[in-house]
C-alpha cells in the first residue's frame, strides 16, 4: 500500500505537470494568436481535474507516510510552477 501511494502520486503529477504545460504551452497561445479559447475551456476542465486529484493524492500520500511540513508544502507549490511536479518527483525519489 506504501508503494503504490508514492506510484500513484507519480503517475498523477506527471500527468498534472504535463496538462500544465499543454495549457500554458499550446492552449494559450491558441486562445490569443488564433482566437480559439475552446481549447482552453477543454484543456482547464481537464487540468483541474488533475489538479484536485493531485491535492488528494499528496494528502493520501500525507498521511500513508506521514510526510513533514515542508515536504507537503513543496508538493503543493509544485503544482503552481511549471515543470514543478516534475522536479517535486526527482526530489522525492533521491
Known amino acids: ?14 500527468a498534472e505537470g504535463s ?8 492552449a494559450m497561445p491558441l486562445k490569443y ?5 475552446q481549447a482552453v475551456f477543454v484543456v482547464g476542465v481537464a487540468h483541474g481535474f488533475l489538479f484536485a486529484l493531485y491535492l488528494l493524492s499528496i494528502a493520501w500520500v500525507t498521511l500513508l507516510h506521514r510526510w ?3 515536504r507537503v508544502f513543496a508538493a503543493f507549490i509544485a503544482a503552481f510552477i511549471p515543470f514543478g511536479p516534475f ?3 526527482r526530489w522525492v525519489r533521491y
Open 1 to 14: 500500500m506504501l508503494h503504490r501511494s508514492l506510484q500513484a502520486l507519480r503517475y498523477v503529477g506527471w
Open 19 to 26: 496538462s500544465f504545460l499543454i495549457l500554458l504551452g499550446i
Open 33 to 37: 494568436a488564433f482566437d480559439l479559447p
Open 68 to 70: 513533514s511540513f515542508r
Open 87 to 89: 522536479l517535486f518527483d
